[in-house]
């Protein structure tokens, strides 16, 4: 007997769960697209606005934390695609690549912790200006995600127990999440840091 009749979930019922699950991810997505893009948008009329930039008083940021952030999400992503991949091909590979994205993602957390420790040793606090806010709030925000982000990877660990339709579209689901994290803080990088 097949496992979704055993289930009580007929294939059409299956079929219409995942596309029901993958509009309800794009719409998480399109929500928090908005969100970053009122951050953007409050941000450049900021920028645009100010006489010098950095403003008076604070120094440029150091490149090396955000790099290294960005360097660590970008090798996290790479190692989901590598994760899925591995999986449905039952490999037994495929877990030495979920620990891995696992792992990238918690050291970009460690390296988010470390970027709020040098802003402060260089005199940016959250409330020190508007400026030091917008930082803060960029990378706070975008942290928040990440932590949602490694906890849907800790939950589809435990979760994924075969390679049924549902159990890919599960994964299909926090891999946009994460790729999406990933795409944010490439933008935070070279629209906050770099320019």
């Known amino acids: 007997m097949n496992q979704a009749v055993a289930n009580n979930i007929l294939p059409d019922q299956t079929e219409r769960k995942r596309v029901v699950n993958s509009i309800a991810m794009i719409m998480i997505l399109v929500s928090l697209s908005m969100l970053f893009a009122t951050l953007f948008l409050g941000y450049s009329v ?6 010098q ?3 008076f008083g604070f ?3 150091s490149l090396m934390i955000p790099g290294i952030s960005t360097l660590i999400v970008i090798l996290s992503s790479i190692s ?10 039952k490999s037994s590979n495929a877990k ?3 620990f891995i994205t696992l ?11 470390r970027l709020w420790a040098n802003l402060k040793t260089t005199g940016i606090f959250v409330d020190s200006s508007v400026f030091a806010s917008m930082i803060y709030a960029f990378t706070w925000i975008h942290a928040a995600h990440m932590v949602a982000g490694i906890l849907a ?3 589809m660990a435990t979760s994924l127990k075969s390679d049924e339709p549902k159990e890919l579209s599960k994964m299909i689901n926090i891999e946009k ?3 999406f994290l990933g795409i944010i803080w490439v933008i935070i990088f070279f629209g906050i840091f770099v320019f």
């Open 46 to 51: 900021y920028r645009v606005s100010a006489d």
């Open 53 to 55: 930039w950095p403003p």
């Open 59 to 61: 120094e440029s940021i």
């Open 80 to 89: 989901f695609v590598a994760y899925k991949k591995l999986w449905i091909n």
């Open 96 to 98: 030495i690549f979920y």
């Open 103 to 113: 792992g990238l993602g918690l050291a970009f957390m460690a390296s988010q912790f």
């Open 153 to 155: 990877l800790l939950w």
């Open 177 to 179: 999440f994460w790729h």
